[in-house]
């Protein structure tokens, strides 16, 4: 824009906490871009973005506050209060930024009124696509889909498949747009959409499926953060490292419309790759944010 002769002008819709990958800075990133630049720059923006608050998860255009050397203009209309995505309910970014940052008692508050915004967990996979289908099936506009992390190649023991291979010739506009009643759908729940594919789109109701990726530490204090590497987990020690996998839930967290289902799998005593004390801290940290098991509504 400093290099266009006459005038130019860049109409950014930017959020907070959807960094899921290297390169990828955010929020922050435009503010050191603005103090790095070689012009005199006026800023046009919502108190939200300057102060930090739910809608940009915590994030802020500046780290400290605004720079004597930055003219800021605040104006609220920039600041879009109704989330377009999920209409029905305004609070889940609140509750995901709550159950993200280890609050359950704050998650509690926000957590979506059911009749408005289901949100419900299972530990079983069988009874997230029913669920899914009881409430899209027979509606051709409606849309339903799973959603897992990049990071966990051990879905694979429950058949769905995470491997980058196999996803390089799987064609993603056919799971977004395809019938229902076609293989490739998403609604067929066969196949489940990483964060990068469905990062900026949404379905109507999501299954997201829970990784071993992000689980609790044995006091329940605190994530532990890993990925998987050969055939094993390795702990993520970097705060950036961190920052990508939570970032990873916020984005699939936030992909429904009108409701969500979340799978905590099980685990397996055989397997050390899929042990099932991590899964059951994350299914007992859910229900204290929460989060009803599907079980309990059908009683």
């Avoid at 409606?142 to 980058?164: I, M, P, W, Y």
Wanted: net charge neutral.
């Amino acid at each position: 824009m400093e290099r266009t002769k006459e005038w130019s002008v860049v109409v950014a819709l930017v959020g907070g906490g959807q960094e899921i990958f290297i390169g990828e800075a955010g929020l922050e990133e435009w503010g050191r871009a603005v103090l790095g630049a070689r012009e005199h720059w006026s800023i046009v923006a919502s108190q939200e973005v300057i102060s930090g608050g739910a809608s940009v998860a915590g994030h802020r255009l500046f780290q400290t506050d605004v720079p004597s050397c930055i003219e800021v203009q605040y104006e609220e209309r920039a600041y879009l209060k109704v989330s377009v995505r999920s209409h029905r309910a305004q609070h889940i970014n609140q509750w995901v930024n709550s159950v993200l940052t280890l609050d359950a008692s704050d998650a509690q508050i926000n957590l979506p009124d059911y009749r408005e915004f289901p949100l419900v967990m299972t530990r079983n996979l069988d009874v997230v696509r029913q669920w899914l289908r009881d409430r899209s099936g027979g509606d051709p506009d409606k849309r339903c889909g799973l959603v897992a992390t990049s990071e966990d190649q051990r879905f694979r023991a429950h058949g769905l498949e995470n491997s980058t291979g196999f996803r390089s010739g799987y064609s993603y506009e056919k799971w977004f747009l395809a019938p229902q009643n076609d293989i490739r759908s998403s609604s067929f729940l066969e196949v489940p959409a990483s964060e990068f594919e469905c990062q900026g789109l949404e379905l109507d109701w999501v299954g997201v499926c829970w990784g071993g990726d992000l689980t609790l530490n044995k006091f329940s204090a605190g994530w532990d953060y890993r990925k998987f590497r050969g055939a094993r987990w390795q702990v993520c020690r970097s705060e950036s490292e961190q920052a990508y996998i939570r970032n990873r839930y916020r984005v699939l967290l936030t992909r429904a419309r009108s409701g969500m289902v979340i799978w905590v799998p099980s685990g397996s005593v055989a397997d050390s790759t899929r042990d099932p004390i991590r899964f059951e801290r994350v299914y007992r940290y859910l229900t204290n944010a929460g989060v009803p098991d599907v079980a309990d509504i059908r009683s």
